[in-house]
């Protein structure tokens, strides 16, 4: 295939990913309208008769005096604000006189948090809320000790005529608060002084609202600039710069996520080519695209929560990426065992292998019941004192563990297939790769690991660890998605491996099931058996199978193995090899396989490899092809 036609296949998934989250998109913009009523039944007593109150938030883009969001003072001295609609499913907002300096305050004059409420339904609701206190009138500020921020360094993609704010845990996390506007300086700088109400002191860059505010690499957001007491105590402006705007980088569409993308659209192709070709494969390749589906389903998710704007409205999006937590290791087990064994047995004989996955579900319907603010803080601000994380972190903790046990059993599977081959098939299986994509899983559960490890030190100390852990989860999502290409590409390079059961299905029948096998009878199978392999020349077929050989001797396996077993004292392949080394030596003198290579004949005997023959070869005569013909010709 030449480079530009992969390259238009490339950008054609790219745009047909972009469609689709155009259609998410416009979804969610044309949403259900939340419509709702504000009452304030409490202001403070010193709050003037001709005071005007305002409501402001992510709706109105923070302004303190919009008269579309003005309560009206009713004659009991409540105050109401009726019938408003509200896009998305939460708002984070607070109470104003008019401006940010007569902004409402906790009891004690502090900073009151934003409130914030999600909408449960297109039914109308109202909401009763009562003001503690007036910024201006209950004036800390003045009392406070003041630190400057300056912000000394922007992107260079930074719009221009941009305005900047710092908002932090001094002003209850607004980040458009007319307050803590940056000043520019002549030296090119902006500067602002921001009270310290608590410490360490914890602030953010933004040009407005969240979805303008600073980030890492890649669109991903930072943790919260943190000063401590020791800094805040030297009295120097605070000099910062920024790397990132989250609106201003790669956005959902970034090195990362465009990689996760074609995987994504790449397992789906996969599944239908594996399933196109007709073979007799069809129980194993059932488990295959189960597994490749569900893999790029959650690549597919992990994309979508990207993007801040869906994340926001749709945070619960972030719990279909777990659910891979204890899908995984059943499904990859359930096509090992169909692959090696040829079983046929339904998904629902392995129910007990699922039960981890529903109890998670069970769970993760409990988290979804919470307001959508309520679970992206506890997202976004992870502590063991929040029981929910908690929770999560013990699921984490067992699904690794899961995990790691699945690893090994499966790995176990593998290995005693490999050590029983020469029972069942005559020549090497090319199935090495599954002791490749064993390697590229046990990659993940090791960094997995680090970030179990590294998690805990974050929680139990005050170094962040968020870049770390941030950077370990992408980097663990990109190994994982290796497994995709690996599982299409060889599916599609063999579409057939094993048609019938192996031996090891045999052995797990009972000793009592098994027929048993007398002198006469060995001699007769002995006997037919020689006329199939000398008449039939059924060695010849390169993947002779145990199996296949029985059927065609209408016999079962236990029987046919017990014979070459008893009477040959060979197993299976050294069996059928020593007809196979019988039939080259001859060929190799005849006249007629004269010009070809030695290598030439062995395949033409049923040999599938030279390694293969060679080593045979050897194990029969004692000697090399080379040596054995050179003795020959010197005799």
Same mark, same amino acid.
């Given at each position: 295939?030449?480079?530009?036609?992969?390259?238009?296949?490339?950008?054609?998934?790219?745009?047909?990913?972009?469609?689709?989250?155009?259609?998410?998109?416009?979804?969610?913009?044309?949403?259900?309208?939340?419509?709702?009523?504000?009452?304030?039944?409490?202001?403070?007593?010193?709050?003037?008769?001709?005071?005007?109150?305002?409501?402001?938030?992510?709706?109105?883009?923070?302004?303190?005096?919009?008269?579309?969001?003005?309560?009206?003072?009713?004659?009991?001295?409540?105050?109401?604000?009726?019938?408003?609609?509200?896009?998305?499913?939460?708002?984070? &907002? *607070?109470? #104003? !006189? +008019?401006? $940010?300096? %007569?902004? /409402?305050?906790?009891?004690? @004059?502090?900073?009151?948090?934003? =409130?914030?409420?999600?909408?449960?339904?297109?039914?109308?609701?109202?909401?009763?809320?009562?003001?503690?206190?007036?910024?201006?009138?209950?004036?800390?500020?003045?009392?406070?000790?003041?630190?400057?921020?300056?912000?000394?360094?922007?992107?260079?993609?930074?719009?221009?005529?941009?305005?900047?704010?710092?908002?932090?845990?001094?002003?209850?996390?607004?980040?458009?608060?007319?307050?803590?506007?940056?000043?520019?300086?002549?030296?090119?700088?902006?500067?602002?002084?921001?009270?310290?109400?608590?410490?360490?002191?914890? &602030? *953010?860059? #933004? !040009? +407005?609202? $969240?979805? %303008?505010? /600073?980030?890492?690499?890649? @669109?991903?957001?930072?943790?919260? =600039?943190?000063?401590?007491?020791?800094?805040?105590?030297?009295?120097?402006?605070?000099?910062?710069?920024?790397?990132?705007?989250?609106?201003?980088?790669?956005?959902?569409?970034?090195?990362?996520?465009?990689?996760?993308?074609?995987?994504?659209?790449?397992?789906?192709?996969?599944?239908?080519?594996?399933?196109?070709?007709?073979?007799?494969?069809?129980?194993?390749?059932?488990?295959?695209?189960?597994?490749?589906?569900?893999?790029?389903?959650?690549?597919?998710?992990?994309?979508?929560?990207?993007?801040?704007?869906?994340?926001?409205?749709?945070?619960?999006?972030?719990?279909?990426?777990?659910?891979?937590?204890?899908?995984? @290791?059943?499904?990859?087990?359930?096509?090992?065992?169909?692959?090696?064994?040829?079983?046929?047995?339904?998904?629902?004989?392995?129910?007990?292998?699922?039960?981890?996955?529903?109890?998670?579900?069970?769970?993760?319907?409990?988290?979804?019941?919470?307001?959508?603010?309520?679970?992206?803080?506890?997202?976004?601000?992870?502590?063991?004192?929040?029981?929910?994380?908690?929770?999560?972190?013990?699921?984490?903790?067992?699904?690794?563990?899961?995990?790691?046990?699945?690893?090994?059993?499966?790995?176990?599977?593998?290995?005693?297939?490999?050590?029983?081959?020469?029972?069942?098939?005559?020549?090497?299986?090319?199935?090495?790769?599954?002791?490749?994509?064993?390697?590229?899983?046990?990659?993940?559960?090791?960094?997995?690991?680090?970030?179990?490890?590294?998690?805990?030190?974050?929680?139990?100390?005050?170094?962040?660890?968020?870049?770390?852990?941030?950077?370990?989860?992408?980097?663990?999502?990109?190994?994982?998605?290796?497994?995709?290409?690996?599982?299409?590409?060889?599916?599609?390079?063999?579409?057939?491996?094993?048609?019938?059961?192996?031996?090891?299905?045999?052995?797990?029948?009972?000793?009592?099931?098994?027929?048993?096998?007398?002198?006469?009878?060995?001699?007769?199978?002995?006997?037919?058996?020689?006329?199939?392999?000398?008449?039939?020349?059924?060695?010849?077929?390169?993947?002779?199978?145990?199996?296949?050989?029985?059927?065609?001797?209408?016999?079962?396996?236990?029987?046919?193995?017990?014979?070459?077993?008893?009477?040959?004292?060979?197993?299976?392949?050294?069996?059928?090899?020593?007809?196979?080394?019988?039939?080259?030596?001859?060929?190799?003198?005849?006249?007629?396989?004269?010009?070809?290579?030695?290598?030439?004949?062995?395949?033409?005997?049923?040999?599938?490899?030279?390694?293969?023959?060679?080593?045979?070869?050897?194990?029969?005569?004692?000697?090399?092809?080379?040596?054995?013909?050179?003795?020959?010709?010197?005799?």
């Amino acid at each position: 295939m030449s480079f530009n036609k992969l390259l238009g296949q490339i950008f054609t998934k790219v745009n047909n990913f972009r469609f689709f989250l155009v259609v998410i998109l416009c979804l969610y913009a044309s949403g259900s309208l939340a419509q709702t009523s504000f009452v304030l039944d409490y202001v403070p007593e010193d709050t003037h008769t001709s005071d005007e109150l305002y409501l402001t938030g992510t709706f109105n883009n923070w302004d303190p005096a919009d008269i579309n969001y003005r309560f009206v003072r009713k004659i009991d001295g409540t105050y109401e604000l009726r019938n408003k609609f509200f896009n998305g499913s939460w708002i984070s &907002y *607070k109470i #104003t !006189r +008019g401006s $940010w300096s %007569t902004v /409402e305050v906790q009891k004690d @004059g502090t900073p009151l948090m934003v =409130r914030k409420h999600s909408f449960n339904s297109t039914a109308e609701e109202t909401l009763v809320l009562q003001v503690a206190g007036w910024s201006d009138i209950l004036d800390l500020q003045s009392e406070q000790k003041k630190i400057a921020i300056v912000l000394s360094d922007i992107p260079r993609n930074t719009p221009p005529n941009s305005s900047f704010y710092v908002c932090g845990n001094f002003n209850g996390w607004v980040p458009g608060d007319q307050r803590y506007k940056m000043k520019q300086l002549a030296d090119e700088t902006y500067q602002v002084e921001v009270p310290v109400f608590e410490e360490p002191l914890e &602030y *953010k860059f #933004t !040009r +407005g609202n $969240w979805l %303008t505010v /600073e980030g890492n690499s890649y @669109g991903r957001p930072r943790p919260n =600039r943190l000063l401590s007491s020791r800094e805040i105590n030297r009295n120097q402006p605070i000099k910062n710069s920024i790397t990132y705007w989250e609106d201003q980088s790669y956005g959902i569409f970034n090195p990362y996520t465009l990689l996760l993308v074609l995987t994504a659209l790449q397992g789906f192709f996969l599944i239908f080519i594996i399933n196109s070709n007709k073979n007799n494969n069809k129980w194993a390749n059932q488990a295959l695209s189960v597994l490749i589906f569900i893999i790029s389903l959650t690549l597919i998710a992990r994309v979508v929560i990207y993007d801040r704007i869906i994340y926001t409205d749709y945070p619960r999006l972030s719990l279909l990426t777990d659910f891979i937590f204890f899908l995984y @290791g059943p499904i990859l087990l359930i096509y090992i065992k169909r692959l090696l064994h040829h079983s046929k047995k339904s998904f629902l004989t392995f129910w007990p292998h699922f039960v981890p996955f529903l109890v998670q579900v069970v769970i993760y319907i409990s988290f979804s019941f919470k307001p959508t603010h309520t679970f992206i803080e506890q997202n976004l601000f992870q502590s063991l004192d929040s029981p929910p994380y908690a929770i999560y972190e013990v699921i984490v903790l067992v699904a690794l563990v899961f995990n790691i046990w699945y690893w090994f059993r499966i790995k176990a599977i593998i290995k005693r297939y490999f050590e029983n081959i020469e029972l069942n098939y005559s020549t090497d299986q090319n199935i090495k790769y599954l002791n490749i994509i064993m390697m590229v899983l046990g990659v993940c559960l090791v960094l997995w690991s680090v970030i179990v490890v590294v998690d805990v030190y974050g929680t139990y100390s005050a170094n962040p660890v968020n870049h770390t852990v941030n950077l370990l989860i992408d980097v663990i999502w990109i190994v994982f998605s290796v497994v995709v290409y690996l599982l299409g590409y060889f599916a599609i390079k063999q579409p057939e491996i094993f048609r019938m059961a192996t031996i090891e299905e045999e052995e797990e029948k009972s000793e009592v099931d098994r027929p048993q096998i007398d002198t006469n009878e060995l001699e007769e199978l002995k006997e037919a058996l020689h006329v199939m392999m000398t008449q039939d020349q059924v060695y010849l077929n390169p993947q002779l199978s145990l199996p296949e050989l029985a059927e065609k001797m209408e016999t079962n396996v236990h029987t046919l193995s017990k014979t070459i077993n008893a009477g040959y004292t060979k197993n299976f392949r050294d069996f059928v090899n020593h007809y196979r080394i019988q039939d080259f030596i001859e060929r190799a003198q005849e006249e007629k396989y004269k010009n070809q290579t030695f290598l030439a004949i062995a395949l033409a005997v049923g040999f599938n490899s030279k390694s293969s023959f060679n080593r045979s070869f050897k194990k029969v005569t004692n000697k090399s092809p080379r040596e054995y013909f050179n003795d020959l010709r010197e005799s």
